[in-house]
């Protein structure tokens, strides 16, 4: 009996250790990844101001802007300086490529400053027509004077005056590049040949202008032999990134601010707290655009975002913080081009004015100068409209006596359409908003956000309210948390009175 006993209490034991509480096993923490990332460099960025020496340190001062900037490694440089300013070390002006960098990247407190990478002149500014001194317009040009002669290259062409004659030349051979040896061939139209060769770096002085110049040229022509001093122009991108953008989502609104002068602005509004943060750009591709951020208020930081661009919008998936990378979430941030500045804070002005019913319908006709309009709309954001429709009614949105044109696209889902407003003016019409996903009919609302009335859609059986916020309207309807009150809010004039139009006209022919 003891032994049963015993073989029926083992099992009776095993349970109670199987259904007794195992330890907590402790938690592993998994470190996110931190991934490392030097700030970008770009190949040269063209740069020309003004160059002063301040303490044996040399300064230099953009075009057109108070930002000045000190030159790193300028030992170089400082003996051109002083061959060209002689002793008493003047202010001149230059020309030169180069990048704007951090004068120690490991740290913070790093102030920028400016690599010289090549010189292309510089002059005594008493001697130079200086910032006005246009360069856009050559590719090269270059002079000399014992004897006289001129030479200037324009696309394919190659302007050389001499003082027995002034002729044009084709380029038969060669590419001018900056960093190398260029050997160019060129004939007349009666046959005349011109053999062009320039030579950079140069070290090109002339003392008796007080200028100096990068490159040396040397020209072979039925006129004779020739050498001389030269410079490269500054060729442009078809579209510039200055200017005004602005980013909206749900919790915050950011505008950036692109200047001529390299300098931006970077403002971030959350709710009532704007945190402002200033630095440069850089660029030297027409679709990418460097942005480095060096100061927030008083305080130094190292923050970069490198946007792509894609018709007028910029576009970045990261932000790089002291070397290390904060990938966004998709789409990442996006920043639509604004005409104009945006005012803050927002402001709501009430401007009298009298609403007499109206049921307004599409126009039956195209309005071939409301089509002009798009056509310029979509060129600029490098897309093609083809098989594209478009309707319109027109309204004065903005009190001034001219009615603005309201576009639908034929780009319609079961959430709406997308809608383009261009504001009427002098020079006609210029775009100002685009809404996407707007349902049919619009109500004008008796509200005005900077001049610009309200409009009011109902989404989901509520009415909701679409406020001007200085530059344009939101910019997809579907994200609407502005709730009004159609009895009271509303106005009895209604646009696209009959819902969805039914009649749509060709954007391009």
């Not at 990048?99 to 913070?108: A, L």
């Not at 027995?164 to 050997?183: D, P």
């Not at 032999?225 to 510039?240: A, L």
């Not at 850089?282 to 927030?296: A, C, E, R, W, Y």
Request: hydrophobic share 35%; net charge neutral.
């Amino acid at each position: 009996m003891r032994n049963s006993h015993l073989l029926l209490s083992i099992p009776a034991l095993f349970m109670a250790a199987c259904s007794s509480p195992l330890p907590p096993k402790e938690e592993v923490q998994i470190a996110p990844t931190i991934i490392k990332e030097d700030f970008a460099q770009i190949l040269e960025a063209n740069f020309r101001g003004k160059l002063a020496s301040t303490n044996g340190e040399l300064i230099f001062t953009e075009c057109d802007s108070k930002q000045t900037f000190s030159i790193r490694d300028n030992e170089r440089l400082m003996d051109t300086y002083r061959q060209v300013s002689k002793t008493d070390l003047a202010p001149v002006y230059i020309e030169f490529t180069g990048e704007i960098v951090f004068s120690n990247p490991k740290t913070d407190e790093s102030e920028p400053l400016i690599r010289l990478d090549r010189i292309h002149h510089m002059a005594l500014a008493k001697n130079s027509l200086q910032c006005a001194k246009p360069v856009d317009n050559f590719r090269f040009k270059a002079k000399g004077d014992d004897p006289y002669w001129r030479i200037n290259i324009n696309n394919q062409n190659i302007f050389f005056a001499v003082k027995a004659s002034n002729q044009v030349y084709q380029v038969q051979s060669g590419n001018f590049r900056t960093t190398q040896i260029n050997h160019i061939k060129a004939l007349s139209d009666n046959g005349q040949r011109l053999d062009l060769t320039i030579q950079k770096p140069g070290h090109c002085y002339d003392q008796k202008n007080g200028s100096y110049w990068g490159y040396i040229a040397k020209v072979d022509s039925v006129w004779g032999k020739y050498d001389g001093c030269g410079e490269p122009g500054w060729t442009t991108i078809e579209e510039k990134f200055t200017g005004y953008y602005l980013n909206q989502d749900d919790t915050k609104t950011t505008d950036l601010t692109i200047n001529d002068n390299y300098s931006v602005e970077y403002k971030e509004k959350i709710g009532s707290n704007t945190i402002v943060s200033n630095g440069f750009w850089k660029s030297n591709s027409p679709d990418t655009i460097v942005v480095m951020l060096t100061k927030q208020d008083d305080k130094n930081i190292r923050k970069e975002l490198i946007f792509n661009r894609k018709g007028l919008a910029l576009t970045t998936q990261k932000i790089n913080t002291n070397n290390i990378i904060t990938p966004l979430p998709a789409p990442g941030l996006v920043f639509e081009k604004m005409s104009s500045a945006v005012e803050a804070p927002q402001q709501v002005y009430t401007i009298e004015r009298e609403f007499i019913a109206q049921r307004i319908a599409p126009k039956s006709e195209i309005d071939t100068e409301v089509q002009q309009a798009l056509i310029k709309y979509f060129k600029d954001h490098r897309t093609d409209p083809k098989n594209s429709k478009f309707s319109l009614v027109k309204y004065d949105l903005n009190g001034d006596g001219m009615d603005e044109a309201i576009v639908l696209l034929d780009w319609c889902s079961k959430s709406g359409c997308e809608m383009l407003i261009f504001n009427n003016t002098k020079n006609g019409y210029q775009f100002s908003s685009r809404v996407s996903r707007i349902e049919t009919p619009i109500v004008i609302a008796r509200m005005q956000h900077y001049r610009w009335q309200s409009l009011m859609v109902e989404k989901n059986g509520l009415w909701q309210i679409l406020d001007f916020d200085g530059i344009s309207y939101p910019t997809d309807a579907r994200k609407l948390n502005n709730p009004g009150d159609r009895a009271t809010q509303g106005t009895d004039v209604i646009l696209f009175a009959n819902g969805k139009p039914t009649v749509w006209f060709p954007i391009k022919e």
